[in-house]
């Protein structure tokens, strides 16, 4: 029936996707196919281009996935970008460069998961990093780095735009920034993000087109003859050997192609890395999560895992804008990384403690939320970490992202840490029907004052001089929606009425112990099965102070390793 069998399929060919197809196609005697469902887009300009940032929004390649009403936020739906393309949301995105605060990624090895801690993936991040050195053009525009922090000869290309923002607006902008406490940060992907940074991008600077997976991982390697792209295709379900063994043993990959359906067979292992809301659905469609939840779509159990889809972190974002009082050209890849202390100034001990007395109430909610699903004490855990993420180790609380461009000054921001958690579920057993998401934004009010006091600190940043020198008058939210001391509640319905996803999800299919409510083991491993891996943005259990490709990309050099230790002696 023309149905091909590999070693490994791998389902996505996404950011994460290709890393592992790359590195496990190095394994010449093992044969690799991935199944995605969009197609080659490298000759798509909306992708390539370095200043083109959303304008494949809504076409062809978004997934463009729409939650269901935001109860907590004024009740109407949100759209979540995400990339159906070879090379999946890197093909699309915004190409900012900036990884994790070290006791992040620490905190993935103190609940559980040995060996997933800062010095190992520094590692990894280096080795998928290829460091393009600034010009000395680029540095006198504020590029900077410590050589030390990056990787030489990885397949990624990461630096900065070939036409970068005027250097005399970095100096102007860090005097505000000084004094408002705020110091200058060199090089923020060392594991020390506070500050205030002119962050590297995935870009190919010579070139000057974007690098996202596919430029990176895929298109120097396809001509591998063990590595296979079935492109247009959508992964349906895993097939499972019908063996009476206690773990579940897939055997392919049920696809709707250009051949209509057949299955991919896989003789070692299936690797899920469709995503943040495609890997808990394929998982669901497969007979893999919340034993209520399938009966109500007759799927039968393979492993009641009740928390997949489940531990869905997003952010949310939102903008300001001034009129310039200059023009300036170029991109400009400046972001300011505010830690709680600098936002909340002399009140912090007085959120944090506040914060610290609502904890059990969120994991309450957030449990009743999920039906049980998830669990109140592992929630309160998880919470009490986050807590002390942000208050004790204050790592980034927000990031304002600076955008000094034509005649406009403005300014994208997201508090980094929202304690709101919500879902994703299959609606349907029809793999092509899109699942329901309800990320449950401003869930709680502390995520919605994180909004209101970032957006005040912006404000008093842009009325500081110099860089009150810079901008004339405030656009967005301007005075007459939000005025200078305007109430918290003031503040928070602009946010709600503005705000829009950060397209950061993860935690879907985390990994954590199973009794902690992990869905995959430190090896990546479905637990239950004997050879299911997901990789990619769910199994982030906990959300990072970066953004997330650069990490996604450590966790899956890693994870190739992981999974290659099993065959090669
Ligand atoms: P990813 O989405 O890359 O891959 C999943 C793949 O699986 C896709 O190719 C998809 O088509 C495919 N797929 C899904 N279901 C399937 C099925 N059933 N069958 C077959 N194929 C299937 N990050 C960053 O570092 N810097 C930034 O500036 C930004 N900015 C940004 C802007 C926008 C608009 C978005 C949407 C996102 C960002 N991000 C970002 C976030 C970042 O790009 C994102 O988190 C990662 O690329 C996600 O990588 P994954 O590997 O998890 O999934």
């Not at 579940?248 to 690797?271: D, F, H, P, W």
């Not at 890395?273 to 919340?290: F, K, T």
Request: aromatic share 10%; glycine share 10%; proline share 4%.
């Amino acid at each position: 029936d023309g149905s091909a069998s590999y070693d490994f399929v791998i389902v996505g060919g996404g950011t994460s996707g290709l890393v592992v197809a790359n590195r496990l196609s190095e394994m010449r005697d093992f044969t690799v196919a991935v199944i995605e469902a969009g197609d080659s887009v490298l000759n798509n300009i909306n992708v390539s281009a370095v200043a083109g940032y959303g304008r494949a929004f809504g076409t062809d390649i978004d997934w463009a996935y729409q939650t269901e009403d935001q109860t907590y936020a004024g009740g109407s739906k949100q759209i979540i970008r995400a990339g159906k393309a070879i090379g999946g949301t890197s093909t699309i995105n915004g190409m900012s460069y900036t990884r994790a605060q070290k006791v992040q990624i620490d905190t993935w090895e103190r609940v559980g998961n040995k060996g997933w801690n800062w010095n190992n993936l520094f590692t990894y991040y280096k080795k998928s990093e290829e460091f393009q050195v600034p010009t000395s053009e680029q540095t006198s525009r504020g590029a900077d780095y410590y050589i030390a922090y990056h990787g030489e000869h990885g397949p990624l290309k990461v630096g900065w735009p070939r036409a970068m923002t005027n250097g005399s607006v970095l100096p102007v902008v860090d005097e505000a920034f000084q004094q408002l406490g705020l110091p200058y940060n060199r090089d923020c992907n060392g594991g020390s993000m506070v500050g205030l940074t002119v962050h590297p991008n995935t870009v190919d600077s010579e070139a000057d087109v974007r690098h996202d997976a596919a430029r990176a991982y895929y298109w120097p390697y396809e001509t591998r003859s063990n590595l296979k792209i079935i492109s247009n295709s959508h992964a349906n379900k895993i097939i499972w050997a019908n063996d009476s063994s206690s773990e579940a043993v897939a055997i392919g990959v049920e696809i709707t192609g250009i051949n209509g359906v057949e299955t991919i067979y896989a003789s070692k292992e299936v690797i899920i890395s469709a995503g943040s809301l495609g890997s808990p659905m394929l998982l669901e469609l497969s007979g893999i999560g919340n034993p209520d939840i399938l009966r109500r779509f007759d799927i039968s159990l393979q492993v009641n895992i009740s928390t997949v889809g489940e531990n869905l972190q997003d952010q949310t974002n939102n903008g300001f804008s001034y009129d310039g009082n200059e023009f300036w050209l170029g991109s400009p890849t400046l972001s300011a990384l505010p830690s709680a202390g600098h936002i909340f100034g002399d009140n912090v001990l007085a959120v944090a403690s506040l914060v610290n007395s609502s904890l059990a109430e969120y994991a309450k909610q957030v449990s009743a939320n999920s039906h049980g699903a998830v669990e109140e004490a592992n929630l309160l855990a998880a919470f009490q970490l986050q807590h002390d993420l942000i208050f004790k180790s204050q790592v980034p609380y927000a990031e304002i992202v600076l955008l000094p461009i034509g005649h406009s000054f403005s300014s994208e921001y997201w508090p980094l840490l929202p304690f709101s958690r919500g879902s994703v579920h299959i609606n349907s057993t029809d793999g092509s029907q899109p699942p329901s998401i309800n990320p449950n934004y401003f869930m709680f009010g502390q995520d919605l004052k994180a909004h209101a006091e970032v957006g005040r600190y912006i404000r008093k940043a842009f009325s500081t001089a110099p860089l009150s020198n810079l901008v004339g008058e405030e656009v967005a939210p301007g005075q007459q929606h939000v005025p200078e001391n305007a109430s918290d509640s003031t503040w928070e319905s602009w946010v709600k009425s503005t705000y829009r996803s950060n397209f950061h999800l993860v935690g879907t299919a985390s990994m954590l112990p199973r009794d902690k409510g992990g869905v995959v083991n430190p090896e990546l491993r479905v637990y239950g099965t004997q050879n299911v891996r997901v990789v990619d943005a769910s199994v982030l259990p906990f959300q990072i102070s970066g953004h997330l490709t650069s990490t996604l990309y450590a966790v899956a050099e890693r994870a190739s390793d992981l999974i290659k230790k099993g065959y090669i002696f």
